[in-house]
Nanobody, 120 residues
Framework: QVQLVESGGGLVQAGGSLRLSCAAS????????MAWYRQAPGKQRELVAT???????NYVDFAKGRFTISRDSAKNTMYLQMISLKPEDTAVYYC??????????????WGQGTQVTVSS
């Protein structure tokens, strides 16, 4: 059974920093492309950043230069370091793990989310 548990969210003032963590149980971490998504009130869930098993990273435009995604295979944990936070970064942040089955099927797993609130 795969479980993803996020932590590290909270209330921070604009310009502040937070580090989110996603702890993965089960055996998928070493095989999964990991990602952070976020969903603001009234908006669709959107991709923030991804990191492959080879530590290749990719960021959407709003995250470039402010957010850093990383993973620690020894701890089965992924991180999102966020700096220079803005009120528009307020959202529930979700951890995602994607594992490509040998048949081509993509299995995806989600955490429960952690709230990030940035006050102005």
């Amino acid at each position: 059974q795969v479980q993803l548990v996020e932590s590290g969210g909270g209330l921070v003032q604009a310009g502040g920093s937070l580090r989110l963590s996603c702890a993965a149980s089960g055996s998928i971490f070493s095989r999964a492309t990991m990602a952070w998504y976020r969903q603001a009130p009234g908006k669709q869930r959107e991709l923030v950043a991804t990191i492959t098993t080879g530590d290749m990273t990719n960021y959407v435009d709003f995250a470039k230069g402010r957010f850093t995604i990383s993973r620690d295979s020894a701890k089965n944990t992924m991180y999102l370091q966020m700096i220079s936070l803005k009120p528009e970064d307020t959202a529930v942040y979700y951890c995602n793990a994607g594992v490509r089955h040998w048949t081509g099927r993509l299995d995806q797993y989600w955490g429960q989310g952690t709230q990030v609130t940035v006050s102005s």
